[in-house]
């Protein structure tokens, strides 16, 4: 293709979809070339139907042509991601849940899967392990086995060492599994206490003990999540859940470049 030659072309959805990653994609379009006008037709988190245009280019044909692989991945994958999340969060709504992501995300990719799932109308949890603790069931079991005979490491016991490990004010969630997991870690009074595989049932009991303590933990459901049974959780009266499938198991939406 004559470098020189100018053209037009479209990018364009070919199914419905929560539109993500046009910035991205123009930006990856001024890396191979800048004199390439670039303009969007909609906005980062507008859905949109099958066929919609969703930006304009003009310029040198061939710097369309080497950027389009580039930008299209990027609106693929992350409207994918978007599209995904929206559709959990409208399942969710009626009942006050926030839908949360996690930290199941693609390596380099996890600033940009997050704000997929933000456009999306989910909200984010901890970034990494950095900005809050997490005791997972590992963790647990790595105590256990190092303390001495003859003593039980109780959930309320771990939360208070990682109050006191921690900077003030550090959010501290405790993963539980059972409804006795449950009892021990409320003692502890982290921030956070996430029912992790729980059955609808065991969750509402649960939320009923959290309702008659004075001990008042975000209630967060996590494990097995899906669109058939997201509703029988959310209507428990727990506050969030994480859904590791919004960014570990993405399908990518259809988009394509024409040339006009």
């Not at 909200?123 to 086995?145: E, S, T």
């Not at 060492?161 to 969630?173: D, Q, S, W």
């Not at 409320?186 to 003990?209: F, S, Y």
């Not at 999540?225 to 428990?236: L, V």
């Amino acid at each position: 293709v004559d470098k020189f030659l100018s053209s037009r072309a479209t990018i364009v959805a070919r199914e419905d979809c929560v539109v993500c990653g046009l910035k991205l994609a123009e930006w990856a379009m001024s890396q191979v070339d800048y004199s390439v006008r670039f303009k969007p037709n909609c906005n980062d988190g507008d859905f949109v139907g099958k066929e919609k245009e969703l930006a304009f280019l003009e310029g040198h044909v061939s710097s369309i042509l080497r950027a389009e692989r580039t930008m299209l991945n990027f609106i693929e994958f992350l409207s994918g991601v978007a599209t995904k999340t929206k559709a959990f969060v409208d399942k969710a709504k009626p009942y006050g849940v926030k839908i949360m992501d996690t930290r199941k995300t693609y390596p380099l990719l996890r600033y940009l899967e997050k704000y997929a799932v933000s456009v999306g109308g989910g909200a984010n949890h901890r970034m990494g392990l950095y900005d809050q603790v997490l005791i997972k069931d590992n963790h647990i079991k790595c105590h256990k086995g190092a303390m001495s005979q003859g003593h039980r490491l109780s959930l309320k016991d771990l939360v208070e060492t990682a109050r006191k490990k921690n900077i003030k004010g550090t959010v501290i969630e405790v993963e539980v599994a059972g409804i006795a997991e449950f009892q021990d870690a409320l003692q502890g009074k982290p921030d956070i206490i996430m029912l992790d595989n729980m059955t609808p049932e065991n969750v509402k009991a649960c939320v009923e003990i959290r309702r008659i303590s004075k001990t008042k933990p975000v209630l967060e459901v996590s494990g097995g999540i899906n669109m058939e049974n997201i509703e029988q959780y959310a209507k428990t009266g727990i506050d969030m859940i994480s859904i590791g499938a919004l960014t570990h198991s993405v399908k990518s939406i259809d988009v394509s470049l024409e040339i006009v």
